[in-house]
């Protein structure tokens, strides 16, 4: 009995776990130019936490970030909208890295914002 109680409890928690992430393996689900509904529909409505900012043209950007696992690992994903649409997504190392200098502006721009606002809350 105590063993099934312990088993029990040990699969609860990861499932608890999994539940507030999306698989490394639906990151083909998304696809440039969705909506916010659309990716909720792709790959659930999990964002862990969610800011916007506002460009000097008008330009409105909206920055989720997931929890996202690969076996055991999990990690903090970004997904970023321009004026409403999916425009990129990755890891944070991945906007900083690109050769689009738009996106590499936005990557360190996204990460000074959430430092701002959020400290080292988000995970």
Same mark, same amino acid.
């Given at each position: 009995?105590r ?5 029990s ?7 608890v776990?999994?539940? $507030?992430?999306? @698989?490394?393996?639906?990151? !083909? *689900?998304?696809?440039?130019? =969705? /909506?916010? $509904?659309?990716? @909720?529909?792709a790959?659930g !409505? *999990?964002?862990?936490?969610? =800011? /916007?900012?506002m460009?000097? @043209? ?17 990690n ?5 909208f ?42």
């Amino acid at each position: 009995m105590r063993r099934v109680l312990i088993v029990s409890v040990f699969l609860m928690a990861i499932v608890v776990c999994l539940a $507030d992430s999306f @698989d490394v393996d639906e990151i !083909d *689900r998304l696809e440039k130019g =969705m /909506t916010p $509904d659309a990716v @909720d529909e792709a790959i659930g !409505d *999990r964002a862990i936490n969610w =800011m /916007t900012m506002m460009d000097f @043209d008008g330009t409105l950007w909206t920055i989720k970030w997931y929890k996202i696992h690969s076996g055991e690992i999990s990690n903090k994903y970004t997904l970023t909208f321009k004026d409403g649409f999916l425009f990129y997504w990755g890891y944070q190392h991945e906007y900083q890295r690109s050769k689009d200098e738009e996106i590499n502006k936005l990557g360190k721009r996204i990460l000074e914002e959430e430092r701002k606002r959020f400290g080292n809350r988000i995970k």
